[in-house]
């Protein structure tokens, strides 16, 4: 069994659409999670990060962790098209960098 | 501009020939990682550095190796790579121990093993 797992998708969804993307993980040490997002050809860049249970919002990104049920979200306000692109959870145990990523999921906005 | 480079960007080799991808960071951080990624598995973690000739194995080090000789250079070195290192690279830096929000990605190495 996997330490992350992640909705594989795809998705794909109509413009202005709410957008959810989900992780589980089995290992309790995590400590500190994240959400990146990847276009294609580039490298991922950090969309959110956070260390403690609850919500965190930034802009139309909301980022959810419940630490008791092991699960984490990332929730996407009023997608756009430009929001296109492969999302990857990871976490990471040691806050020295040793991230373990899920499988990312591809969502497609459509206008 | 702050950024992570990687040298190539695109590299085909044969079974057994050494190769070296380099990665640099142009922001003074600490913290710097390998990565591989692979349809359906997402990244995985090579190896990773937290300080100069401080390294460490990641998810999945073997037939790799690292160095950190000083702190803007993390090149990976694949002595006699082999067709199931056929994949995508990426470099990584971050600046402290919770600095997250300062991590970067190089934009990718894409390595095929002939």
């Known amino acids: 069994q996997k330490e992350v797992e992640q909705d594989p998708g795809p998705l794909s969804v109509p413009e202005g659409a709410i957008v959810s993307l989900n992780c589980t993980y089995s290992?309790?040490?995590?400590?500190?999670f994240m959400w990146y997002r990847q276009y294609s050809r580039k490298g991922p860049e950090l969309l959110m990060y956070?260390?403690?249970?609850g919500n965190k919002e930034d802009g139309r990104f909301t980022a959810q962790v419940d630490k008791s049920s092991k699960y984490i979200s990332l929730f996407i306000r009023d997608s756009q098209p430009s929001d296109s692109a492969t999302y990857l959870c990871?976490?990471?145990?040691?806050?020295?960098?040793?991230?373990?990523f899920g499988q990312g999921t591809i969502l497609t906005v459509h206008p | 501009e702050a950024q992570v480079t990687q040298n190539p960007r695109y590299l085909i080799t044969v079974t057994g020939k050494k190769l070296t991808v380099t990665c640099s960071q142009n922001?003074?951080?600490?913290?710097m990682s390998w990565y591989r990624q692979d349809p359906g598995l997402g990244l995985r973690q090579i190896y990773y550095?937290?300080?100069?000739?401080?390294?460490d194995k990641g998810d999945v080090p073997e037939g790799y190796k690292v160095s950190r000789k000083e702190k803007r250079n993390f090149p990976l070195i694949l002595e006699s790579p082999s067709p199931n290192q056929t994949s995508l690279y990426f470099c990584?830096?971050?600046?402290?121990?919770?600095?997250?929000?300062?991590?970067?990605f190089g934009p990718g190495t894409r390595l095929t093993v002939l």
């Open positions: 990584a830096s971050r600046g402290g121990t919770t600095s997250y929000n300062e991590q970067f």
């Open positions: 290992n309790s040490a995590f400590q500190y």
């Open positions: 956070t260390y403690s249970s």
């Open positions: 990871a976490m990471d145990r040691t806050s020295y960098g040793k991230l373990t």
């Open positions: 922001m003074n951080h600490e913290y």
């Open positions: 550095s937290m300080n100069v000739e401080v390294t």
